[in-house]
């Protein structure tokens, strides 16, 4: 793995945003994996920045993001369908049917996940993942397990996952306790992949991700399997890494 430390957020952020920008130039109908969360922000600010001068262009581009939570309508805003369409879609020139984000609201979640795998694999598998990580090591929703998820499918949230997450609800009961996710196979199909990381409190997830065992209990350790994945993550992050 290529791991570049930044020295705060917003470097991070520039050169992520630079690094998916030099990609998107590379391929006409790019496919780009997009990920949720606080530490995508500042990178999706400088994609706007960067298609508002018209240095890249989102109208060929198809986007699959990795997850959803289970009990959330699109337009509830704390749904990741709410927060892409805020953060990055409303502001970028990307036709809104090229971006795929998994549903909240299916009866059927075999087949639904099973299809979402087959649009992903349709549109010519991911270019480019973009992936944050938990502070319990998880990488789209795919929490700490006995064995490595495969395709999409559905996920009960830890006690952790849900306390981290509760900070963008009125209350922790708010917080939904089961999501939709890629599963690390659909991670690991993807043909680069790009992880960011900020904060003290990953310091130690990425330092096991990166060095620890191959390990389920350790979702992110599944990149080590991957050749061509790059982390870029500030210097609070970097803490156990610079040792
Ligand atoms: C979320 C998402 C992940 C994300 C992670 C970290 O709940 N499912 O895709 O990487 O948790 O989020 P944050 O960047 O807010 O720390």
Redesign the pocket.
Known sequence: MKVIVCKDYDEMSIKAAEFIAEEMKKKKNFVLGL???????GTYKNLIKMNTNKEIDFSDVVTFN??EYIGLDKNHDQS?AYFMYENLFNHINIVNTNAHIPSGTETDYDAYCQEYEAMIERAGGIDLQL?????NG????NEPADEFSDITHTVD?TES?IK??SRFFNSIDEVPKR?V?MGIGSILRAKKILM?V??K??AKAVYEAIHGPVDPKMPASALQKHSDVTVIVDEDAATYLKK
Not at 35 to 41: L, M, Q
Not at 138 to 141: A, T
Request: no cysteine; charged share 10%; hydrophobic share 35%.
């Open positions: 990920a949720t969360g606080s530490t995508p922000v990795l997850d990741f992936l944050g990580i938990g502070s998880h990488i789209g929703f949230l996952t981290d997450n999501a996710t960011i900020s904060g409190n990953k």
